[in-house]
């Protein structure tokens, strides 16, 4: 999978103090026309108590959060241990194999960046991103962090940054955050 290679979102996490937000922008692309602008990419799971984000192939996405549901019911409070679960379910089943989608996931604890390589990334900076405008607004998201004391306002910057920056990203936000 070349997940360099993909377009049509931008997913970052921000956490800090005790909140921890999800942006998604709104639009879906097919190669230079945008198909819509508004598509929901972020979602809440586990009754409210874990907040995902997804990038790639739509319904390998739609497949991905299905699975991770199912995971997180089966280990409850246990974020690390469901992702791990679905990431090497994700990287041995013949069908999930082919599923091209990343995932960033989220409780009160922990924020994980998921793959169908099997990865399970914690990520270093308490701020991660998937998708194509996703190094862009890594990168803005990252630079604001200590001049920003707000996870969401970090986030709304950064995605404004990614917008400005990569064409198959735009400004119409949804953010989904957990914790004061």
């Known amino acids: ?12 996490a921000v956490r800090k103090g005790s909140r921890v937000v ?4 709104g639009q879906v692309s097919a190669g230079a ?25 739509t319904a390998d996405a739609f497949a991905l959060i ?7 019911e089966r280990f409850p409070e246990q974020l690390a241990r469901a992702c791990v679960d679905l990431a090497k379910d994700w990287r041995t089943d013949r069908y999930l194999r082919r599923l091209e989608a990343m995932i960033i996931v989220a409780d ?30 890594l990168a803005a998201a990252r630079a ?21 920056i990569c064409v198959y990203t735009n400004r119409n936000l949804l953010i989904e955050r957990l914790g004061d």
């Open 33 to 57: 026309t945008i198909m819509k602008s508004n598509a929901r990419k972020v979602r809440r799971l586990a009754e409210g108590k874990v907040i995902a984000g997804f990038a790639g192939a």
């Open 144 to 164: 604001l962090y200590d001049r920003i004391e707000d996870a969401e306002e970090i986030a709304r910057a950064a995605m404004g940054i990614a917008a400005d």
């Open 108 to 137: 009160a604890r922990e924020t994980l960046v998921v793959t169908g390589g099997g990865d399970v990334v914690e990520p270093e900076h308490h701020v991660a991103a998937v998708g194509s405008g996703g190094n862009f607004a």
């Open 66 to 72: 299905e699975r991770l549901e199912q995971k997180l």
């Open 1 to 12: 999978m070349d997940y360099a290679a993909w377009h049509g979102t931008t997913i970052l």
């Open 22 to 25: 999800i942006a998604g922008d």
